[in-house]
């Protein structure tokens, strides 16, 4: 008589199932995809199984699939012997950009807008979740969904490649300019949905957002199409610096605005100034390398990349450091109680904690250092033989002139919002109008 042990088939059929090796793997998956980040996994099941990612997903099918069919159509017989690939290129790109550079970043807004409008945020802000998971949470639902889109459509830009006329650098330039742009949007409108609590202030940031991802879109599309008819301008030497730039500063604002998304999202009651200071150093790093790998590699051709890049620097700085001076002085126990004790994180630190007068000086500090760099790789570049040439020096005594009034208009601002503060209890906006 054959004898029945617990691990012959007929166990598993008599009694409980066997679990195979995928339900296993699954099974992992899931409890590590929950303690991964439990915001990213309710947005993606939330996400996936809303209308308006179906209905989005369905149109991005049928639209691929009808110009494939016309578009093919329409350039028969000379498709078999014409490059026809710009033509079909250009569709394939327009029909992906819509839900990358402006679906997926409104329903980002939409998403962490309606944490706020619904009272959900008020729960989450009291769980284990930081501010900070909750944001990338919502930005890798955002993604996931580009990368369903991305995916979905790759056949059709690889079937428009292989009709000639659009090399493959240029196509995956094309690819990842598309990716790094919905990226980058998508953390703008996650910024913009947390800034004002109004009715009409959430109007206004919707109306703002819609007309940043409109210009966004019509601007990519332009340089893209520009980039598919007529093939690449740069050189081989630009080309590295333009995608290398391209992806340090948009790493560089992007983490600003995520910085300081979380801080609109982290109660009164706890520290939100010093990573954002943090931050907007590490941005100020970024522009200033890439300026001086501009001026190294480009050599005259570089001058407008560092006079623009000195521009955005005074802009920044401009708008940050007069909302750091007009930041209010109270600090609660909590923030009392992270501020540095030892003497020598005193002296290298005190700057980044919260409050205007450490706001102020770190502001005029950082303004001092990048003002002082600056000149002396202009003076530098103008001594340099057959690259920048002396009218320069009028640009470099500009920067001189401009960082003094803006250290005293600092300071002005400071008196001017301490005076407003007695009566009321103005926002840091204040200060950049003032």
């Known amino acids: ?25 699954d099974a992992w998956s899931v409890r ?23 209905i989005t997903f369905s149109v991005l099918l049928f639209a691929a699939l009808a110009w494939t ?25 327009l029909v992906l950009a819509l839900p990358m550079l402006l679906v997926v970043p409104l329903a980002a807004y939409r998403s962490l807008e309606g944490e706020i409008d ?11 979740l930081t501010p900070w998971q909750i944001v990338l949470g919502k930005l890798a639902s955002a993604m996931l969904q580009m990368m369903l889109y991305f995916v979905a459509l790759f056949p059709c830009v690889a079937y428009a490649y292989t009709l000639r006329g659009v090399d493959l650098p240029t196509t995956m330039l094309i690819m990842a300019a598309l990716i790094v742009a919905g990226i980058l949007l998508t953390i703008v409108a996650l910024f913009f949905a947390p800034l004002t609590r109004s009715r009409t202030g959430r109007i206004t940031t919707l109306l703002a957002t819609m007309a940043i991802l409109m210009a966004a879109e019509w601007g990519l599309a332009f340089l893209m199409i520009g980039l598919i008819l007529y093939g690449n301008p740069l050189t081989t030497g630009q ?11 948009a790493a560089a604002i992007g983490h600003l605005l995520l910085t300081a998304t979380a801080a609109q999202l982290t109660p009164e009651s706890e520290n939100r100034s010093t990573h954002i200071r943090l931050s907007i150093m590490g941005l100020t790093a970024v522009v200033l390398g890439v300026g001086t790998l501009a001026a190294l590699m480009l050599n005259r051709e570089g001058i407008p ?23 209010s002085p109270a600090m609660t126990p909590r923030i009392r109680r992270e501020l540095p ?5 005193r002296c290298t630190l005190t700057w980044l904690t919260p409050g205007p007068a450490t706001g102020l000086a770190f502001s005029v500090i950082n303004i001092v250092i990048i003002t002082f760099f600056i000149a002396a790789g202009l003076e530098y570049l103008i001594r340099t033989p057959n690259a920048w040439g002396q009218p320069y020096a ?4 500009l920067v001189l002139t401009y960082a003094t009034y803006l250290v005293g208009m600092l300071v002005a601002v400071r008196w001017i919002i301490a005076v407003i503060r007695i009566n009321n209890n103005p926002r840091v906006e204040v200060g950049l109008a003032a």
């Open 1 to 25: 008589m054959m004898s029945v042990t617990a691990d012959s088939p007929i166990s598993s059929i008599a009694g409980e199932p066997s679990t195979g090796w995928l339900d296993r793997i």
């Open 32 to 54: 590590f995809g929950d303690k991964l980040n439990p915001i990213l996994v309710k947005e993606t099941r939330q996400a996936l199984k809303s209308r308006q990612f179906v």
């Open 69 to 93: 069919i016309v578009g093919s159509l329409t350039m028969m017989p000379q498709i078999y012997t014409t490059p026809s690939a710009p033509r079909m290129l250009i569709g394939y790109y």
């Open 118 to 128: 619904d009272g959900t945020l008020e729960l989450l802000s009291i769980s284990t």
């Open 239 to 249: 080309l590295y610096f333009t995608v290398t730039a391209t992806i340090l500063i």
């Open 305 to 327: 990349v560092v006079v623009t890049l000195i521009m955005i620097l005074g802009v920044l700085w401009t708008a940050c450091s007069s909302m750091m001076a007009a930041e």
């Open 341 to 345: 004790s030892s003497f020598f994180a």
């Open 394 to 397: 009028i640009f470099a005594r």
